[in-house]
């Protein structure tokens, strides 16, 4: 958990729950799950929720961890920040319980200065919670309580000025969101996502972040490791409806749907890095473009195009003109290929067709839907 980020869409991380398990292909080498099994190994956040196989991948042992003396950081972050919501656990995991999904909400709840960012592989379950969300599900979480009694007790004639001004923004945020769930309305400060690597993964969980109800809904694709079409979930709501039957989903109303409000795309890091098509990432570009859809570029990853036509050097990745990666001819792969060459993160950048990406959601746009 920081105050600050370097990850480039967003400011801050905040950690109240650990821990996860391998979801698909794209968590298989899985930058937290390889920070808790070498650097944070022992920290009392991280111990024994990861370990490294024979090969050095490092993969989540299963077990989440809850951890209280981070639940109400936020509430003292007074500068307005935008929080990515569990960098290294899904808060949407089997295994945590409904209670701590409460409480982090609560928090989000309590703290209407930041934007949260929430982002998930268990869209299914996302969905199931939030329709379900209720101020009656708030008031029991134990941060819900103290501000609850905080605001009760301030009579004080002789507590200073900041504690009277504290405790009024704690009145204010509880009524503004008591008012908020009541109507039925999603927290205007809470932005909900899916992680997608591919377009089996896209289809599985677009349909059922767009049946849930958020201020902002986005999509991570990162690491991005095929092809993937999402033109259907950024445009018109008839064109969603008909994404979600031909997907296999049915969702009452689907009509009405609004689509993603944002796109996020990256390639992977780490020594296990998995290289990204360059044409991969242009096609979501211009998918987002058409809509009017907010794009954001993270990263190229380990892996950036070398600076001249194959053969390259013992280590390139071969790159076609049909989308494909790999070993292959010209003839059957759309003409010559280039080379994908593994250089490192910060030499690879993050400038797509000679410019940055970093696009975002307007907050006055938020949806309250």
């Not at 050095?56 to 989440?64: C, I, L, P, Q, R």
């Not at 309305?185 to 059922?208: C, F, H, T, Y």
């Not at 690879?348 to 940055?356: E, F, I, S």
Request: charged share 25%; proline share 7%; glycine share 8%.
């Amino acid at each position: 958990m920081a105050e600050t980020s370097t990850i480039e869409w967003t400011d801050a991380t905040w950690n109240p729950i650990t821990g996860c398990t391998l979801a698909s292909p794209g968590c298989q080498f899985c930058y937290a799950a390889d920070l808790a099994a070498t650097r944070l190994s022992q920290h009392p956040s991280r111990a024994g929720l990861a370990r490294r196989n024979a090969a050095g991948v490092a993969a989540w042992t299963g077990e989440v961890r809850l951890n209280e003396q981070w639940l109400e950081q936020p509430l003292r972050w007074k500068r307005p920040r935008r929080i990515f919501v569990c960098a290294h656990a899904d808060l949407f995991h089997e295994a945590v319980p409904d209670e701590w999904i409460d409480r982090v909400f609560a928090v989000m709840a309590l703290a209407p200065q930041h934007t949260f960012q929430v982002l998930t592989k268990r869209a299914a379950r996302m969905r199931g919670y939030v329709s379900k969300l209720d101020i009656y599900a708030l008031e029991e979480a134990d941060e819900w309580r103290d501000a609850d009694h905080r605001v009760a007790c301030d009579d004080d004639p002789n507590g200073s000025p900041a504690w009277h001004a504290q405790t009024a923004a704690l009145e204010d945020a509880l009524s503004a969101a008591r008012t908020c769930l009541e109507a039925g309305k999603p927290l205007p400060n809470v932005w909900l996502g899916v992680s997608a690597e591919d377009q089996q993964r896209a289809d599985e969980r677009i349909p059922d972040l767009l049946a849930t109800s958020a201020a902002v809904r986005f999509g991570s694709f990162e690491p991005l490791l095929g092809p993937m079409d999402v033109a259907w979930a950024l445009g018109h709501p008839f064109g969603i409806a008909a994404g979600f039957l031909q997907r296999g989903h049915f969702s009452p109303g689907a009509e009405k749907l609004r689509g993603l409000d944002w796109i996020i795309v990256g390639g992977e890091s780490g020594r296990h890095a998995r290289p990204m098509h360059p044409a991969w990432a242009r096609s979501l570009r211009d998918q987002a473009q058409a809509a009017g859809v907010p794009f954001l570029f993270k990263q190229w990853g380990e892996w950036a195009r070398a600076d001249k036509l194959l053969p390259g050097h013992p280590g390139d990745v071969t790159y076609w003109p049909d989308g494909s990666i790999g070993a292959g001819n010209a003839n059957d792969n759309g003409g010559p290929g280039w080379s994908l060459r593994r250089v490192g993160k910060r030499a690879a950048g993050r400038r797509l067709d000679g410019r940055t990406w970093d696009e975002m959601p307007e907050l006055a746009h938020a949806h309250l839907s």
